[in-house]
C-alpha cells in the first residue's frame, strides 16, 4: 500500500515538471514553452535595425537553464 502511494505522488511530480505551458510573446510571433526543467522557444522575431534580415527565426531549447540548442542568429 505504501509503495503504491509513492509511486502515484512519484508520477504526479513527473507530470509537473515534464508538461509545458505554452507563452506567446508580443515581440513578432515568439512562442515559448515552459515547464519547471525545461524550456523551448520557437523565436519569430523582428531583427535590429542594422541587421540585413528582416526578422531572426530559430528554435532555442534550455534544460535547467544552460543553453542546449540555439540556432537563432
Known amino acids: 500500500m505504501k509503495k503504491r502511494i509513492i509511486a502515484i505522488i512519484c ?3 513527473v507530470v509537473i ?4 505551458i505554452p507563452m506567446r510573446l ?9 515547464a519547471l526543467l525545461y524550456s523551448i ?6 531583427a535590429p535595425l542594422e541587421s540585413k534580415k528582416e526578422y531572426e527565426e ?3 531549447i ?9 540556432d537563432v542568429q
Open 11 to 13: 508520477l504526479v511530480l
Open 17 to 20: 515538471f515534464l508538461i509545458p
Open 26 to 34: 508580443k515581440d513578432g510571433g515568439t512562442v515559448k514553452y515552459q
Open 41 to 46: 522557444s520557437k523565436v519569430h522575431r523582428l
Open 58 to 60: 530559430g528554435t532555442i
Open 62 to 70: 534550455n534544460v535547467l537553464g544552460i543553453d542546449i540548442y540555439n
